[in-house]
């Protein structure tokens, strides 16, 4: 009876061993190169763009609190915003890589959806943190004067995680 209770703790103890151990590999585990990448990516757009940034949970929070604003979902309208957004979200979609130019058509339909209120709070928000739709909208709303403009990085996907309320275009 002792020799199984002994077997038993000796096996509890070797599974909570590789339970611990797992866990502090994976927490070390190799993908940090890749997140740095992302972080200093996301840095310099940020830089660039002259815009802030707000996180999903302080982005509810807002919405919460029912904060005078605009959301700007920037993803495809087919494929993306009609299926999920963040409720309240409008939509307008930018192309993924940095845009160096605005067309006249472009600049006009992101002022009209933006309205004349420059000091307005205004959040873009795209896929997931490497898409870069969001900065595309950001930058370009700052440069056409709007003060108070966020960028939601983790956008729908990191929405969606928090198990935070989407909406959908019927």
Not at 100 to 116: I, N
Not at 137 to 147: D, E, F, H, T
């Amino acid at each position: 009876m002792l020799t199984k209770k002994i077997g038993l703790m000796c096996l509890m103890a070797g599974i909570l061993t590789l339970t611990f151990s797992a866990n502090v590999l994976a927490a070390w585990g190799g993908k940090e190169l890749e997140t740095e990448k992302i972080a200093v990516n996301f840095a310099r757009e940020v830089a660039r763009g002259s815009y802030k940034f707000v996180s999903t949970e302080e982005l509810k929070g807002w919405i919460d609190q029912k904060k005078d604003m605009i959301i700007v979902d920037t993803m495809p309208y087919e494929d993306s915003y009609k299926k999920q957004h963040v409720p309240g979200a409008v939509q307008i979609e930018f192309p993924i890589p940095e845009m160096t130019q605005l067309d006249e058509k472009k600049k006009a339909d992101l002022e009209k959806l933006l309205g004349p209120n420059k000091d307005r709070l205004i959040v873009f928000y795209c896929g997931f943190t490497k898409c870069t739709r969001s900065h595309n909208g950001a930058m370009w709303a700052v440069r056409l004067g709007y003060r108070n403009v966020n960028r939601h990085p983790g956008g729908i996907k990191a929405w969606k995680e928090a198990d935070y309320p989407v909406a959908k275009v019927k």
